[in-house]
């Protein structure tokens, strides 16, 4: 891997604009190229000369091109430069849920942060990928409460490379179990800092042991969270598309599950009526002048 100290200042046509960070199996950066930053991983050389690591490498940032979710950083680029892989994501907020758990939240914020990472995993396991990494610390949170996942599939590239591979259902159970794991951390946070429902820590631990069992997937994880929130909030949820107010931690759930639709437009009346069809006319006309020429030969 490039050392600390010859770390290039580009890599292809972006522009290191961070100290590096070497990790024992990649070194991350911030890198900008036209005005757009992002987060920049290079794997490190014993990790990429696998060819395991280069067709999964390969296979996954072309399904990843293709996914565009809330919650999932975009690639906005990849390749290989200097015989090292590399790849780019959309830059993610600094501040991780690692540091939010921490901090004084209403627990309908903290339960939405959860339904947003469940959603995204689930978008991942459509798309045939799994993030392999789901740890607190790399799930970044903005100032609005908004989630991203940072580098999924990341870890899943470096395992195959070391010949660790899973298969894909056992990818997606060890996925969930750390989701499952997210879900005690967010329970023990409702709990300790602050007054909450103790129905709703309990609901969330439930959950969490129903994802190890493995009678859970992501999106039951989604429609459970979704009606915690609903019966919590009974008929006074507001549904509002911005978090000034007091009822702002409900806007992801409320964007998903209750999109607006364009209302139906109603035809005017007379578009409907049944007309007679266009042989009954003549056919009565000529049944009348038969019957005249009847009574007419009595």
Not at 21 to 44: I, M, N, P, Q, Y
Not at 137 to 154: F, G, H, M, W, Y
Request: glycine fraction near 6%.
């Amino acid at each position: 891997m490039l050392s600390e100290g010859e770390f290039p200042t580009a890599i292809a046509d972006w522009q290191v604009t961070t100290s590096a960070e070497h990790g024992e199996h990649w070194t991350t950066c911030v890198v900008e190229r036209k005005g757009v930053s992002g987060d920049l991983t290079v794997f490190a050389r014993g990790v990429t000369d696998s060819e395991a690591f280069r067709a999964a490498f390969r296979r996954d940032v072309a399904l990843l091109s293709g996914i565009d979710h809330p919650h999932l950083p975009r690639l906005m680029d990849h390749g290989e430069f200097a015989g090292q892989f590399f790849c780019v994501f959309a830059q993610a907020p600094i501040t991780r849920l690692s540091a939010m758990l921490n901090e004084p939240h209403a627990f309908d914020e903290r339960v939405d942060v959860i339904w947003q990472i469940a959603s995204a995993i689930q978008q991942l396991h459509n798309a045939g990928l799994t993030h392999a990494r789901l740890a607190a610390e790399n799930i970044a949170v903005s100032d609005q409460l908004r989630t991203t996942l940072i580098a999924p599939c990341r870890s899943d590239w470096v395992a195959t490379g070391k010949s660790s591979e899973q298969t894909f259902p056992q990818r997606i159970k060890c996925d969930l179990n750390e989701l499952a794991d997210l879900l005690d951390l967010t329970a023990e946070a409702i709990v300790t800092p602050e007054p909450a429902p103790q129905e709703v820590s309990t609901a969330l631990s439930t959950m969490a042991t129903e994802l190890r069992q493995g009678r859970m997937i992501a999106r039951d994880v989604q429609g459970r969270l979704g009606d915690l929130l609903l019966k919590q909030s009974g008929d006074g949820m507001e549904m509002i598309d911005d978090r000034t107010g007091q009822y702002l931690s409900r806007r992801s759930i409320v964007d998903e599950l209750f999109e607006e639709t364009e209302p139906q437009s109603v035809q005017p009346a007379e578009e409907h009526q049944t007309s007679l069809p266009r042989w009954i006319i003549p056919l009565l006309v000529t049944i009348t002048l038969l019957l005249i020429a009847w009574f007419a030969t009595r």
